[in-house]
Nanobody
Framework: QFQLVESGGGSVQPGGSLRLSCVASGFDLRRTFWGWLRQSPGKGQEVIATISTDGYPTYADSVRGRFAASQINGKNTLYLEMDNLKPEDSGMYYC????????????????????WGPGTQVTVSS
């Protein structure tokens, strides 16, 4: 009933860029907030970006200034633009959501998210 599907992962050289997409279905966009999570070998799971119900993004220090999370207003697709990628950005990237209204400043806390997609792999290597 509630589904998230990521795409856009792949292999890229350090300094390169990728854009991840996430298509959501079943969610009421007026009462949902969003996140991008990353799981890297040896690092565990990290919430790298969140998007509030009204589109306000929040970023982890590890990606701020290089990544941009967005959602087209009123649309069920989210994006994660990733620039100046580093080898430590490698990992499985997940789109996540929760069915609550949250305006501005969604915390970078994995416990806030109940719905996850299957993930897409990003590998940064020369």
């Amino acid at each position: 009933q509630f589904q998230l599907v990521e795409s856009g992962g792949g292999s890229v050289q350090p300094g390169g860029s990728l854009r991840l997409s996430c298509v959501a279905s079943g969610f009421d966009l007026r009462r949902t907030f969003w996140g991008w999570l990353r799981q890297s070998p040896g690092k565990g799971q990290e919430v790298i970006a969140t998007i509030s119900t009204d589109g306000y993004p929040t970023y982890a220090d590890s990606v701020r200034g290089r990544f941009a999370a967005s959602q087209i207003n009123g649309k069920n697709t989210l994006y994660l633009e990733m620039d100046n990628l580093k080898p430590e950005d490698s990992g499985m990237y997940y789109c996540a959501a929760d069915r609550r209204l949250w305006l501005e400043g969604v915390p970078l806390d994995i416990r806030e998210f109940k719905f996850w997609g299957p993930g897409t792999q990003v590998t940064v290597s020369s």
